[in-house]
């Protein structure tokens, strides 16, 4: 069984920064794919992107494009969400998720609680 807690989350003026972290306990992300997604009250759960043991893959979507990244370091078994240039728009709870494959909340099998990321305008 995969446990991931996310961490870096909270609030942050527009055009600002943070780091969102996701650690994985119970078992190696060496082999894992992670995503990671967000959530806006009354909104559908967004695709944020993704690392695999190959690449990284953030989300082309308009809302992010260019302004998130994501890595990880296997030796720490955490993935990391960089989020530069903060809209308020941004603001929502990010989930990390674990065990699945591709853009699709629906076929990740291990998730994260949350963390709230709140930007002020």
């Known amino acids: 069984q995969v446990q991931l807690v996310e961490s870096g989350g909270g609030l942050v003026q527009a055009g600002g920064s943070l780091r969102l972290a996701c650690t994985a306990s119970?078992?190696?992300?060496?082999?894992?794919?992670m995503a990671w997604f967000r959530q806006a009250p009354g909104k559908e759960r967004e695709y944020v992107g993704r690392?695999?043991?190959?690449?990284?893959?953030?989300s082309n979507a308009d809302s992010v494009k260019g302004r998130f990244t994501i890595s990880r370091d296997n030796a720490k078994n955490t993935v990391y969400l960089q989020m530069n240039s903060l809209k308020p728009e941004d603001t929502a709870v990010y989930y990390c998720?674990?065990?699945?494959?591709?853009?699709?909340?629906?076929?990740?099998?291990?998730w994260g609680q949350g963390t709230q990321v709140t930007v002020s305008s």
């Open positions: 998720a674990a065990g699945g494959v591709g853009p699709f909340p629906h076929g990740y099998r291990h």
């Open positions: 119970g078992h190696t992300i060496n082999n894992l794919d």
């Open positions: 690392s695999t043991w190959s690449a990284n893959f953030p």
